[in-house]
């Protein structure tokens, strides 16, 4: 299967920051932003652009967060930025659906972030830090074994750990809705 590349639809501008956010949070996003569209990268809508703050702001204000998109809206995007703003973080993505995975890790390549899929660096974890993963992919039954929440642990330990997202199956009966869930336990 091809991977499209992601393309920004309208302009939308960075919605206001919250008050623990740090200022330059929103020029780090505008930055990560132009990395992946080009000069005019912007948000597809006030939803992902929202949603995308949150999660960049969500290490320090510890909150939950739920987004609820459907396909085309830009959920990709939101796996993307705090690899580009954190990037001396790894982030973690639990991926629900091996084919979800092998399209993620493609287009993650496509935009240069370095990632792996846990199942090939679970017995080489350390060196995967190492090497500088931004992004490590699980799938939603690997992520609850105990190697897994060794790494995980080691992360936080070594104060790596930017936040960890979870892709959802469907949430309800409608077609191609997807819910977003990020939080750090």
């Not at 703003?85 to 993620?104: F, H, N």
């Amino acid at each position: 299967m091809a991977v499209t590349p992601l393309q920004p639809r309208s302009a939308m501008p960075l919605p206001p920051l919250p008050a623990h956010v740090s200022p330059d949070l929103g020029a780090k996003a505008q930055a990560a932003l132009r990395h992946l569209f080009g000069p005019n990268g912007q948000f597809k809508s006030t939803t992902q652009a929202n949603a995308a703050m949150a999660i960049l702001a969500q290490p320090a204000s510890k909150a939950s967060i739920l987004c609820v998109l459907p396909t085309g809206a830009g959920k990709a995007l939101l796996n993307m930025l705090p690899c580009l703003v954190e990037p001396t973080k790894v982030m973690v993505l639990v991926v629900p659906y091996v084919a979800l995975t092998g399209d993620t890790v493609r287009r993650l390549k496509q935009f240069r972030i370095k990632c792996a899929e846990w199942k090939q660096i679970k017995t080489s974890y350390r060196s995967a830090i190492d090497r500088e993963t931004r992004l490590v992919l699980v799938s939603a039954e690997e992520a609850s074994s105990v190697e897994f929440l060794k790494f995980t642990k080691l992360l936080c330990s070594l104060n790596s750990l930017s936040l960890a997202l979870c892709l959802m199956k469907p949430i309800s009966s409608a077609p191609r809705r997807h819910t977003v869930h990020t939080g750090i336990h």
